[in-house]
């Protein structure tokens, strides 16, 4: 018997790729379309109940199949917010967060085992980067929430452990899984994609023809500000990123999100309010959106949660900026990411 290395990650290929190796292996290409169907329900094997046994057992041969396994759940008694850990095939732990809105179920979910990116204000870079997820491991993550809450994810936010735009090719990968009709078929306006400021991969995307919403971490309104707690900003300025961003709506018209984590005595004040309303409007001539999340405390990192939330956001709408507080969902289980996969790895050391 084949061992996994040797098999093919069936829930990596697209419904054509499918169609394909089925039509190889002897089978009539309808087969895909149920196969298709089932993978993406999290069925394998003798769940697949229209899929001859003989059928089946080919699958086996060729095809490796495995979704993440809960290890830890935690459910909010507040909000019904739940958090996952999740155990990958290789023994890796992972992160996902399953949120009820008005409009629908989130699943913010996690492209990398780790981080590489050092910013100091989050938990998930702590331990570095093991590996990239492949496109199956970030589909498995909301086939397995919703198997698990028995409800349907209709908007997925990449913003758990790892950057997305680090992970490239099998984001893109799983944005067009994802969207697939005859998948999942979560549409693409619902979906956000969050990225710490990989310009190259940002100009990338803008011609990749996918409608998702660009999140933007912004996280500081100068460059020595933003270079502190963000290595990233070594490489590629604030002037660099808001660039792209404006020529990313340009060849999208799709709005972009930023995202900015008020850290006391960093990046929180009504000065700080003030420049960022102004970098904004001398590079963004587009529709924009500040997003302020209050500071979800590391005791490893040392920074501190800000009280002046609200009146940092009081001064960017009267500059015409548009800003909201994120809600803070899952607080009584700390449902930022992070936090359990360190847990988790340091019980296994």
């Known amino acids: 018997m084949n061992s996994i290395l040797e098999k093919i990650d ?67 008694k507040i909000d019904g917010t739940i958090k996952y850990l999740f155990k990958l095939h290789d023994g890796e732990f992972i992160e996902s967060v399953f949120m009820k809105y008005e409009h629908g179920n989130t699943l913010c979910i996690s492209s990398q085992v780790g981080c590489r990116m050092g910013c100091k204000f989050c938990a998930s870079t702590l331990l570095g980067r093991v590996r990239n997820l492949h496109p199956s491991e970030m589909l498995g993550q909301i086939i397995s929430a919703e198997k698990d809450t028995g409800e349907r994810i209709s908007n ?124 904004l409007k001398k590079y963004i001539h587009s529709p924009c959106h500040v997003n302020l999340i209050p500071l979800n405390e590391v005791k490893e990192t040392g920074l501190g949660t800000s009280k002046n939330v609200t009146n940092f956001k009081n001064k960017l709408l009267s500059l015409g900026i548009n800003a909201t507080v994120r809600r803070k969902l899952g607080a009584d289980i700390n449902a930022s990411c992070g936090q359990l996969r360190r847990q988790a790895k340091e019980e296994t050391i």
Not at 30 to 52: H, L, S, T, V, Y
Not at 53 to 71: D, G, M, T, W
Not at 218 to 229: E, F, G, W
Request: net charge neutral.
């Open 156 to 279: 997925v936010v990449m913003m758990g452990i790892g950057e997305p735009l680090d992970n490239y090719d099998n984001t893109i990968k799983f944005l067009r899984l994802v969207s697939s009709v005859n998948g999942l078929n979560i549409g693409l306006r619902h979906i956000s994609v969050s990225t710490c400021g990989l310009v190259d991969r940002i100009n990338d995307l803008a011609n990749e023809g996918l409608p998702i919403t660009l999140s933007i971490s912004l996280h500081a309104y100068d460059n020595d500000t933003r270079s502190q707690i963000m290595p990233i900003n070594n490489k590629y300025s604030i002037e660099q990123l808001l660039c792209a961003c404006q020529k990313y709506f340009e060849k999208t018209s799709r709005r972009i999100s930023f995202e900015y984590t008020l850290i006391a005595g960093k990046n929180d004040t009504e000065e700080g309010a003030q420049s960022l309303a102004k970098i």
């Open 10 to 76: 069936i829930l990596s290929l697209s419904y054509e790729e499918l169609e394909s190796k089925i039509i190889e292996m002897g089978e009539p290409k309808f087969r895909a379309k149920q196969i298709f169907g089932w993978i993406n329900k999290g069925m394998w094997d003798d769940e697949m109940k229209n899929i001859p046994l003989s059928l089946r057992n080919k699958l086996n041969e060729v095809f490796f199949f495995a979704l993440p396994k809960i290890e830890r759940k935690l459910v909010s």
